[in-house]
T-cell receptor
Framework: DTGVSQDPRHKITKRGQNVTFRCDPI?????LYWYRQTLGQGPEFLTY????????KSRLLSDRFSAERPKGSFSTLEIQRTEQGDSAMYLC??????????????FGPGTRLLVL | AQTVTQSQPEMSVQEAETVTLSCTYD???????LFWYKQPPSRQMILVIR??????QNATENRFSVNFQKAAKSFSLKISDSQLGDAAMYFC??????????FGTGTRLAVRP
């Protein structure tokens, strides 16, 4: 399977704990996006990378959130000191960008986080 | 900031019939892209159809077609010959050139056998 993969698929944690999610994009894609989706809503943009550079961060991304893409391949999203409001589906998407033209974003299955 | 509005939280269609999902958006840009994504229950989001704003011709993909009205900032999705597998949440999304997606709140489509 050459699609976008995410790990874990489900995570239950207690308030105050740290969690880390991983996303593996489609191999030839140089752009990687993180979105958050709460129940009954559409996904909201969090941040994105072009290769290893983080180009934009949403105001939704508080200081407790950090994302990395160290070698321009997989990415991690860490949430420190989790709060119940962080409970959501975290979606990763990837796309290719070449000479200013960005192709369609393809989504992974998501990581569902529940903070107790 | 761009906004996307889907005013139909839920829609229902009889199998083999046609249904249209509505979407409007607000932007001051002239160069952008519009998408419809499908999210089946507990499954990942997949692209249904894409429209470039500079193209006057409406996009079609098999049973799926759009009605893109740029001046009215309207982008509706028509599903013909509806099938049980079409049941899902449908999200309309906007993207300016080379940037992130902005999604609407979605329309839940039920297909009656």
């Amino acid at each position: 399977d050459t699609g976008v993969s995410q790990d874990p698929r489900h995570k239950i944690t207690k308030r105050g704990q740290n969690v880390t999610f991983r996303c593996d994009p489609i191999s030839e894609h140089n752009r990687l996006y993180w979105y958050r989706q709460t129940l009954g809503q559409g996904p909201e943009f969090l941040t994105y990378f072009q290769n290893e550079a983080q180009l934009e961060k949403s105001r939704l991304l508080s200081d407790r959130f950090s994302a990395e893409r160290p070698k321009g391949s997989f990415s991690t999203l860490e949430i420190q000191r989790t709060e119940q409001g962080d409970s959501a589906m975290y979606l990763c998407a990837s796309s290719s960008e070449f000479q200013g033209i960005q192709e369609t974003q393809y989504f992974g299955p998501g990581t569902r986080l529940l903070v107790l | 900031a761009q906004t996307v509005t889907q005013s139909q939280p839920e829609m229902s269609v009889q199998e083999a019939e046609t249904v249209t999902l509505s979407c409007t958006y607000d932007t001051s840009e002239s160069d952008y892209y519009l998408f419809w994504y499908k999210q089946p229950p507990s499954r990942q989001m997949i692209l249904v159809i894409r429209q470039e704003a500079y193209k006057q011709q409406n996009a079609t993909e098999n049973r799926f077609s759009v009605n893109f009205q740029k001046a009215a900032k309207s982008f509706s999705l028509k599903i013909s010959d509806s099938q049980l597998g079409d049941a899902a949440m449908y999200f309309c999304a906007y993207r300016s050139s080379g940037d992130k997606l902005t999604f609407g709140t979605g329309t839940r489509l039920a297909v009656r056998p």
